[in-house]
């Protein structure tokens, strides 16, 4: 990956325990106007010395960065806020008492000997006081402020791991310092304190919540909403995937044609993967459901595919490669840019990501979820349409033992005569009674079926107004290839469906305990259908 010129030097510090005179010959390295890729408890940043416009210039160069993209001037104490920014007001001394040293940026009034070159032009300066050790002691040793934006190559996910920097930076920088993983994984919270009213320009870890419990009001700047991004994606007019209804596709000129955000930096292309990315958005159910089924159409086509999933959702997907970020939210904020990173590793031509949005930190992973996918959303379609629908048929190999108790489960709990559900097995030779042990196990709960005779699906009783919910996936195959009328937008796997990660096991040649059982697990499922059933028909 080195296709710089120059020879880099790597080292590597201990936060706990700092080599003196290693830190201090990096410290020099940025005082003589070098550059130097160091660790920060958000990500790794990319130092030079702020009041050195040539320096500073040097950054845009090793990044590849537009050069109207102001740097974040990095200060060793709040005591030091002076020295680059004037006129501060209360609101940013507050805020620095509780938040610095910590990952908040600050957009102030700027003192005249910043350069134009870090500020890119503008007369505000954005300063944060980071606490990750190696940072807080190189800035000191150095004796400048030290103007660092994220140590990536522009338009790359930002770098959380000392491999990152490498990758992106080797034989571009002076020198690059391996301080381990940076934990927090997100870029700083930026908030502009030159408005009248705070007004957030970066989501980060420190939320809107937390600013206010301190100055009280704060707004968002309005460019970073959804909705203007996707009156921004509308007008760039792009053409977007097929296979679903792309809600946004803003690329970065799009931006351009909706509000400007008030930080400079957020209407480039950001923190994106090599591959497409596409984020699919709607209720977990829908969501696994829509993703597995774009994975499959890709594949088709002979794509690589890659899926973002959470820890509890990676088991439910089928095939493509699955890279989890972990539990949100600070997991997904600490694995996020690794993951898209192992993407380009892998070759990933499309990836497809559960929309992870949320408010708190949950609002900084969706704004950089967006960014990265250049506001592709995708809504996962609803498969039911209606209050149209009139007939559930659940079905398994015989149709006699869970299929039966589906059926009876969901006559109960709906309780409604405007749908009907009924049983059917695949593989019925001839009517058979209810399955022995499924049949006590449903008296002991207070249903009995009179006369229930097992019945073969038939493609004739599958019409528009047909849902099909199958127990296993591979029951769900068999009835997509053997009957016409069964298609992925009217059969189901029941599991799948109303959000449950696992199938529902058979319990033959089981004990009646196992019956018991998997009676209860269906229970819950058909509770669920039934909620939803319901929800639905309120729409
Ligand atoms: P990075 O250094 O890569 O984290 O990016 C720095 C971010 O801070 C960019 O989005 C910049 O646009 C933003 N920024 C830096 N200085 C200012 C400023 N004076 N006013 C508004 N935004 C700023
Ligand atoms: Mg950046």
């Known amino acids: 990956m080195n296709d710089g010129q120059m020879q880099t030097e790597h080292i590597r510090l201990d936060a706990e325990n700092i080599d003196e005179e290693l830190i201090a010959h990096a410290a020099q390295v940025l005082a003589d106007g070098g550059l130097v890729a160091f660790p920060t408890e958000t990500v790794y940043g990319l130092g030079a010395n702020a009041l050195d416009a040539d320096a500073a210039r040097r950054i845009y160069e090793a990044k590849g960065r537009p050069s109207d993209n102001p740097l974040i001037v990095h200060i060793a104490g709040a005591d030091r806020l002076g020295d680059v920014a004037k006129d501060v007001p209360g609101t940013a001394k507050k805020l620095a008492e509780r938040f610095w040293p910590g990952p908040l940026t600050m957009v ?50 930002s770098t959380t791991r000392y491999a990152h920097v490498t990758e992106d930076l080797d034989g571009r920088v002076d020198m690059i310092i391996d301080g381990g993983d940076a934990p927090i994984g997100l870029e700083s919270t930026i908030v502009d304190l030159t408005a009248d009213v705070p007004t957030i320009l970066r989501p980060g870890y420190v939320t809107k919540e937390d600013l206010e419990a301190v100055v009280g009001k704060v707004q968002v700047d309005p460019a970073l909403t959804r909705d203007a991004a996707e009156t921004a994606g509308r007008a760039s007019g792009q053409a977007h995937n097929t296979a679903g209804k792309a809600s946004g596709d803003a690329a ?5 044609a909706g509000l400007h955000p008030k ?31 774009l994975v499959e159409a890709a594949q088709q086509e002979g794509k690589t595919v890659g899926i973002i999933a959470t820890a509890e959702t990676k088991e439910r997907y089928r095939s493509g490669t699955v890279l989890d970020v972990g539990t949100r939210p600070e997991e997904v904020a600490a694995s996020l840019y690794d993951v ?81 559900a009924v049983s059917r097995g695949i593989v019925v030779q001839f009517p058979e009674p209810l399955n022995q042990k499924t049949e006590a196990v449903m008296v002991s709960n207070g249903i009995t079926l009179e006369g229930f005779v097992s019945e073969q699906l038939s493609d004739e009783e599958i019409d528009q107004d047909t849902m099909l919910f199958t127990m296993e ?6 009835v997509l290839s053997k009957f016409p009328s069964a298609t992925e937008e009217n059969t189901f796997l029941l599991s799948e469906y109303v959000g449950d990660e696992l199938e529902i096991m058979d319990p033959y040649g089981g ?10 697990v269906i229970r819950a499922s058909i509770q669920k259908l039934s909620d939803r059933i319901l929800e639905e028909k309120t729409l």
Do not use: W
């Not at 930080?263 to 829509?290: F, N, T, W």
């Not at 967006?370 to 190999?397: C, H, N, T, W």
């Not at 996936?473 to 068999?478: A, D, M, P, S, T």
């Not at 004990?511 to 209860?520: A, K, N, R, V």
């Open 108 to 157: 102030l009034h700027k003192q005249p000997d910043i350069p134009d070159a870090t500020t890119g032009g503008l007369a505000t300066v954005a300063v944060r006081c980071p606490s990750n050790r190696i940072a807080s002691e190189l800035i000191k040793k150095s004796g400048c402020p030290v103007a660092a934006p994220s140590a990536n190559r522009s338009g790359r996910p």
């Open 252 to 256: 970065p000129s799009g931006m351009d």
């Open 263 to 293: 930080a400079p930096g957020m209407k480039y292309r950001h923190y994106a993967p090599k591959g497409d990315l596409y984020l699919v958005q709607g209720s977990e159910g829908d969501v696994i459901r829509c993703i597995n089924k």
């Open 340 to 420: 898209l990173r192992q993407f380009d590793t892998l070759g990933a031509e499309v990836i497809y990501a559960e929309f992870l949005s949320g408010s708190g930190l949950g609002a900084a992973i969706e704004n950089r979820l967006l960014k990265a996918a250049s506001y592709q959303v995708l809504d996962a379609p609803k498969p039911m349409q209606s209050s149209r629908r009139r007939k559930l048929i659940f079905v398994e190999g015989h149709g006699n033992a869970r299929s039966a108790m589906a059926a009876a489960l969901f006559d109960r709990l709906y309780e409604s005569s405007d749908m009907e």
């Open 473 to 478: 996936e591979r029951q769900r195959q068999q």
């Open 511 to 520: 004990t009646l305990q196992t019956y018991g059982i998997c009676f209860e």
